[in-house]
């Protein structure tokens, strides 16, 4: 693949890697409520992102738009699929087989994009031999034996805390190269391996600032 | 509270809002292990900022350090915990018991913090009457009439897409000012009301990007 308009090596800014999913959501809802065409403005209208911002974004990959018309959402979708990666299989083996890791293997979004969700681990003798999302939940013991014999690309680690880094270790010894990483710790890792965090724990404190930040700014009124 | 160093109205940069849990999760990691004190440089290698950032994030609120001492881990994390608004009790709602909604259940940590979960709803009538996380599950029908007898802080929303919205307008008109948001739709709520999202689809998609990145960088080498 090719990516029209970067430079060989160039890197995409954080900002338009976290700004990519949300275009990816908002041009599958247009694409399955039958719209046909988008202009950047209204794009902006919808995702709070100036008009501007959205050609910036889009242009870093190469132009797509056309003056006067816009966007064809399917077009538009399909170039932020490949921008995304997302037009590939992944395979997947999840390691935590408690409610979260559960939740995440029942995502039926996750296997309709591509995220095949191959085998799952756990330590609890009262799961091991259950079925869960299609596959039976293994030993974590087996997890070495399981990856020599079956290639991943992205391990998924929703274990406690205490576990995360020795189960991280197992992944990226097993060569897994990604991680996504639901255990509320700071997992360390070899250069190269590419680790993702859903921390929950950050995502409710900031809700709660911002609690707090309004009840202030109501007081000083 | 007084927050020293900010001017009256003034609101906190976003990339500050981001880094503060961050640090809170860090500093409680040093005072669980015995820390006494941190200087800023300590901190910037442990978390991977830059020691000017750290103290301009911090000089944000107050100046704390003490020049050739840095910082008192048990003063300082008492600061952050006391910028991040988690020196006091929430009352939470959770809508949704299915593995996601039991697994947000389960989390003790939000419990240790303050956030105390007082009910759970869901419309499954498998579910209710269940006992979960010390909460009976009643159905949702009842959220109105139980918000007008108690008040709550946060709604947590784990439900499946289709039902996120509804949810959601149900706990406003309950007067629930504050919404942490697991179901992968983009929200609209009326002015003051605060939405924190969990996407794990965007938290994904980011994670397929930097492999592909990858994939891409290594193809031009």
């Given at each position: ?94 390691v935590g ?60 680690i929703a274990t406690p805390k205490?576990a995360g880094?020795?189960v ?15 255990s ?38």
């Amino acid at each position: 693949m090719t990516l029209r308009g970067r430079k060989k090596g160039e890197t995409v800014p954080q900002g338009v890697v976290v700004r990519l999913p949300v275009y990816f959501r908002y041009l599958t809802e247009l694409e399955s409520a039958g719209a046909e065409r988008i202009s950047s403005a209204q794009l902006g209208e919808a995702l709070d992102f100036t008009a501007a911002q959205i050609r910036s974004d889009l242009s870093y990959f190469g132009s797509f738009g056309q003056q006067g018309y816009g966007y064809n959402v399917a077009d538009l979708l399909d170039q932020v699929k490949q921008i995304l990666g997302i037009k590939r299989d992944y395979s997947i083996v999840l390691v935590g087989a408690g409610n979260l890791g559960k939740a995440i293997g029942s995502y039926e979004w996750f296997r309709d994009e591509g995220f095949h969700i191959k085998a799952i681990f756990d330590v609890d003798p009262h799961l091991i031999g259950n079925h869960h999302a299609g596959c039976v939940i293994r030993h974590l013991d087996d997890l070495a034996i399981y990856l020599a014999e079956n290639p991943a690309d992205i391990g998924i680690i929703a274990t406690p805390k205490a576990a995360g880094q020795s189960v991280c270790d197992l992944l990226v010894e097993g060569g897994v190269g990604s991680i996504w990483n639901f255990s509320p710790t700071q997992l360390t890792v070899p250069n190269g391996v590419i680790v993702e965090d859903i921390h929950l724990t950050d995502s409710l404190l900031r809700l709660a600032f911002r609690v707090n930040e309004q009840t202030r700014a109501q007081e000083e009124c």
